[in-house]
């Protein structure tokens, strides 16, 4: 069994929705995969896999609510892949699941504000852990090249890995989103494109682990 856990500084980062497009590659490769929900104030993915079930989205992904590991550790026996998001806010809880996991993702935008205390998370987890583990993904990105380009160099000088494709922020995915799907089930052929290719890059640094 692996884990791939979604951890972040902030809320509204895309943890959540990358989360799900991952779940999702899982669940279509018919693996037996588990979102485990640690956000018990928004429970994104729970309402998410509700949603999905309630519309018919195919294939089903199951997600369950959680406040401790402990409890997780006894129910995921017989799971392939456990995807664990978790809230907006760096705990005791995010050195535990990042010990537990075999890669640790987390999402970050460009823009200084979001790069400064992820890249202290990282750091800290990166000392907790094995360093490999650590993934960054540069996510709800704008328009602008340099912007991405300029986060890039300064995650790879700061030594972290970065998820070679980034998550744009568009409004095309809201919608779709509400309707249970993930960014890869997106009708919008670009959009599903660069959803894919995140999927891909995330499956790649998971199996690499
Ligand atoms: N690529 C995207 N484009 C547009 N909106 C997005 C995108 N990714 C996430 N969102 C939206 O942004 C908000 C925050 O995303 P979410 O995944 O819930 O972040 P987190 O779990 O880090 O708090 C949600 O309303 C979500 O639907
Ligand atoms: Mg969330």
Redesign the pocket.
């Known amino acids: 069994m692996l884990v791939a856990s ?1 951890v ?1 500084q ?11 497009v991952l779940a999702v590659a899982a669940a279509r490769r018919s693996k037996n995969v588990l979102i485990a929900d640690f ?1 018990l104030e ?1 429970l ?1 993915c729970v309402e998410w896999s509700a949603a999905r079930l309630r519309l018919g989205q195919f294939p089903e992904v199951e997600s369950r609510a959680f406040k401790s590991l402990k409890k997780l550790r006894k129910t995921v026996e017989g799971f392939d892949l456990v995807v664990v ?1 978790t ?2 806010l760096a705990d005791d809880l995010t050195d535990d699941v990042s010990k537990e996991s075999d890669i640790v993702f987390l ?1 970050t935008g460009t823009s200084m504000d979001d790069l400064r205390p992820t890249l202290a998370l990282a750091r800290k987890i990166a000392r907790n852990t094995n360093p490999d583990k650590v993934v960054l993904i540069l ?3 704008g328009r602008s090249e340099r912007q991405i380009e300029e986060a890039r160099t300064l995650i790879e000088n700061a030594g972290f890995a970065l998820l070679e494709a980034v ?8 919608a779709e ?2 309707s249970g799907r993930a ?1 890869s089930e997106v009708s919008n052929p670009y ?1 599903r494109q ?2 894919e290719a995140v999927e891909k890059a995330m499956l790649n640094h998971l199996f690499r682990s």
Do not use: E
């Open positions: 979604f972040g902030k809320g509204g980062v895309g943890k959540s929705a990358l989360a799900r956000d928004q994104s998001d809230r907006g999402p996510s709800k990105t998550w744009p922020q568009r409004d095309g995915f809201q989103f509400d960014g959009l660069s959803a």
